[in-house]
Structure formats: structure tokens, C-alpha cells
């Protein structure tokens, strides 16, 4: 009997992969304090909406993540100085997410690290080939979601 691979076990070993290069880069540069991808993805969001009002229940929409995993990301963000969080001038309840000034160009440098590593990934493959690959992750995200 053969053993076939596992493709779930394959995509955590190239997200592990990743990962591993990334940190790899950050202790290059003497990096302090290491980003997760969560994290990235709320300062990407932060950036792309700063002059718009955002507070934590939309970063729980936007991103798909529950109010347990969002409320300690950016405590933990807010730590670290990170983002701050001031009251809403329409709702006093409501606190607004920004980012600090300097994580925005520290989310700068992260996303050259990104561009490099997606270069270095994409480097042996076709652009047909990248386009296979997106449409089947898409599948199976589609896949498991049913």
C-alpha cells in the first residue's frame, strides 16, 4: 500500500516554510520583536482604511476572525506599540485602531521582505503555473468551506 502525502499536511509545511524564511530575514536585520501574520494582515488593513474610523468589530468582519483572536492580537499589538487606541468622537464606548507612526514604516519593511520571499518563490515557476496554483488554493478553500 502506498502512503500518499497528506495536501493539508503539504500546505502547513510550505506556510512553516514561509515563515521560517521570514523570521530568518527579520534576525538578519536585529528585529526585536517578530510579526505575526495576523498581525500584518491588521496593519495592512489599517493602512489601506486610515482615514476612515476603524474599530475592532470591523478588523473582526474584514479579516474573518473571532472577537477572542482579534481582542488579543491587538492588545499584544498595543504592547508593543503597535497600533494605538483612542476613544470615537461619535461613540465614546467605541475605541478607534491606528497605527503608531512608527509601525507604519516598520509594515513597510515588512512588505518588502514579502515582495522579496514572493520573488524568490515564484523564480522556478511559469506565470500559468502561479495561476494554476492560486485557482486550486481557491478550490480548496472553496472545498473545505462547503
Given at each position: 500500500m502506498s502512503k500518499e502525502k497528506s495536501l493539508l499536511f503539504s500546505i502547513k509545511d510550505l506556510e512553516n516554510e514561509i515563515k521560517k524564511n521570514l523570521l530568518k530575514e527579520e534576525s538578519k536585520n536585529n528585529d526585536s520583536y517578530h510579526l505575526s501574520g495576523t498581525q500584518h494582515r491588521i496593519m495592512k488593513y489599517l493602512i489601506d482604511h486610515k482615514d476612515e474610523e476603524v474599530c475592532q468589530n470591523i478588523l473582526e468582519k474584514e479579516l474573518n476572525l473571532t472577537r477572542s483572536t482579534i481582542s488579543g492580537v491587538l492588545q499584544t499589538m498595543e504592547k508593543?506599540?503597535?497600533?494605538?487606541?483612542?476613544?470615537?468622537?461619535?461613540?465614546?464606548?467605541?475605541?478607534?485602531?491606528?497605527?503608531?507612526?512608527?509601525?507604519?514604516?516598520?509594515?513597510?519593511?515588512?512588505?518588502?521582505?514579502?515582495?522579496?520571499?514572493?520573488?524568490?518563490?515564484?523564480?522556478?515557476?511559469?506565470?500559468?503555473?502561479?495561476?494554476?496554483?492560486?485557482?486550486?488554493?481557491?478550490?480548496?478553500?472553496?472545498s473545505i468551506n462547503d
Open positions: 508593543h506599540q503597535i497600533i494605538e487606541r483612542k476613544k470615537s468622537k461619535q461613540d465614546t464606548r467605541t475605541k478607534i485602531i491606528s497605527l503608531s507612526s512608527k509601525s507604519e514604516e516598520r509594515y513597510i519593511e515588512g512588505k518588502n521582505k514579502l515582495a522579496r520571499l514572493e520573488k524568490k518563490a515564484r523564480k522556478n515557476l511559469t506565470q500559468a503555473e502561479v495561476n494554476e496554483f492560486l485557482t486550486i488554493i481557491n478550490r480548496i478553500k472553496e
